[in-house]
């Protein structure tokens, strides 16, 4: 298995952010058949293939604003306000993907993309690992 770890900049405001260069990169370099596994090890980010820059990520935002409101609610209630929510998040947006990867490339649809999505305000740091399996066939 390959592997890598590449830092992110989410800033202090919710974020989707594309890192689908970084991952395509990725799966260039191995230029081979196989899953490349996407991974964030944090609690509070997830994993999402959603279609970017035509308004679904502001969807998405929106989204999860409604069904995780940042108030008072949570009992996971340390940092800023409505914290706990960062950390039900995953639950419905998983810390992790897999993608086919034939012959070096990425196996996305038209518009999909590989994006981190980050609601805590708290931390403006990520890492995403990147591994990659190659086919044994």
Excluded: K
């Amino acid at each position: 298995m390959q592997s890598s770890v590449f830092q992110v900049h989410t800033g202090r405001g919710e974020v989707v952010h594309d890192i689908t260069p970084q991952c395509a990169a990725f799966a260039r370099e191995a230029g081979d058949d196989g899953l490349l596994h996407v991974f964030v090890p944090h609690a509070t980010a997830g994993i999402a293939i959603i279609e970017l820059g035509a308004g679904s990520d502001d969807d998405l935002l929106a989204a999860l604003r409604d069904l995780l409101p940042a108030d008072d609610r949570w009992r996971h209630a340390h940092g800023s306000r409505g914290h706990g929510r960062s950390h039900v998040m995953p639950a419905l947006i998983p810390p992790y993907a897999t993608i086919p990867v034939i012959g070096g490339a990425l196996t996305l649809g038209t518009w999909q993309s590989i994006a981190l999505v980050d609601l805590n305000v708290d931390n403006p740091d990520r890492q995403v690992r990147l591994s990659f399996l190659r086919d044994s066939m």
